[in-house]
T-cell receptor, first 115, second 115 residues
Framework: AQSVTQLGSHVSVSEGALVLLRCNYS??????LFWYVQYPNQGLQLLLK??????LVKGINGFEAEFKKSETSFHLTKPSAHMSDAAEYFC?????????????FGIGTKLQVIP | GAGVSQSPRYKVAKRGQDVALRCDPI?????LFWYQQALGQGPEFLTY????????KSGLPSDRFFAERPEGSVSTLKIQRTQQEDSAVYLC?????????????FGEGSRLTVL
C-alpha cells in the first residue's frame, strides 16, 4: 500500500523568504506524485505533478518540486513567499491498485506567510 | 458550470438523521472519487466509481455509508443514522480517465455537522 508523510503540519515563513514543504512517500511501485493546494472553504486544486518525464517539476504560482527516488521525497519549494501563498498544501501519491488509479493524500501542511 | 459541483455546501443534522450529499462531476469524466476530510486532516478515501461501477468501497467507515452513481454521471453519498463522528467535509473529485497521471478535479465540498 502507498502512503505519504508530510513533515510539519504548520509552517510559517516571512514574506519574500524561501518556502519549503516536505513530503516523503512510500510505494511498492513507481509512483506518480502530486501537490495540491486548498484555500479556505474551497476544494483542492492541482499545483503540480510528477509523472516520470522529468525529476524537477514546475507548477503554478512559481512553485516547483523535485522527485528524489533515493530519498523517496517530493519536497515543494518556492524561492520567495507571497501573502497569497497562505493556504494548506497536500502531497499525494497515485498508484495502480485494484484495477484503478488510487490517490492517497498526506495530512497537509498549513502555510502561514508573515508580512 | 464547468467544474465539479457539490450540494449542499453546508448541512447540519441531528444525530440519527439520514443525509444525502450530491456530486455533479465534470461532464464526460469517467472516474469519480469521494473523500472525507476531518478537521485538520487530509482527505481520506471513501469510494471510487468508474462510470456507473463502484470498483472500490473499502474506505467507507461503516455500513451506514452508501454511495451510488446509477447513470455514470451524478453521484450521491448517503449516510444513515448520522453520528457525531461523521462530522467532516465530504469532497467529491472527478477525473477524465483512469490513468495514473490523471489530475483530480475537486468540488468545494459538503460540510456536514452532526449535533
Amino acid at each position: 500500500a502507498q502512503s505519504v508523510t508530510q513533515l510539519g503540519s504548520h509552517v510559517s515563513v516571512s514574506e519574500g523568504a524561501l518556502v519549503l514543504l516536505r513530503c516523503n512517500y512510500s510505494s511498492s511501485v513507481p509512483p506518480y506524485l502530486f501537490w495540491y493546494v486548498q484555500y479556505p472553504n474551497q476544494g483542492l486544486q492541482l499545483l503540480l505533478k510528477y509523472t516520470s518525464a522529468a525529476t524537477l517539476v514546475k507548477g503554478i504560482n512559481g512553485f516547483e518540486a523535485e522527485f528524489k527516488k533515493s530519498e523517496t521525497s517530493f519536497h515543494l519549494t518556492k524561492p520567495s513567499a507571497h501573502m497569497s501563498d497562505a493556504a494548506e498544501y497536500f502531497c499525494a501519491v497515485s498508484v495502480r491498485s485494484g484495477g484503478y488509479q488510487k490517490v492517497t493524500f498526506g495530512i497537509g501542511t498549513k502555510l502561514q506567510v508573515i508580512p | 458550470g464547468a467544474g465539479v459541483s457539490q450540494s449542499p455546501r453546508y448541512k447540519v443534522a441531528k444525530r440519527g438523521q439520514d443525509v444525502a450529499l450530491r456530486c455533479d462531476p465534470i461532464s464526460g469524466h469517467v472516474s469519480l472519487f469521494w473523500y472525507q476530510q476531518a478537521l485538520g486532516q487530509g482527505p481520506e478515501f471513501l469510494t471510487y466509481f468508474q462510470n456507473e461501477a463502484q470498483l472500490d468501497k473499502s474506505g467507507l467507515p461503516s455500513d451506514r455509508f452508501f454511495a451510488e452513481r446509477p447513470e455514470g454521471s451524478v453521484s450521491t453519498l448517503k449516510i444513515q443514522r448520522t453520528q457525531q463522528e461523521d462530522s467532516a467535509v465530504y469532497l467529491c473529485a472527478s477525473s477524465p480517465g483512469t490513468g495514473r497521471a490523471g489530475e483530480l478535479f475537486f468540488g468545494e465540498g459538503s460540510r456536514l455537522t452532526v449535533l
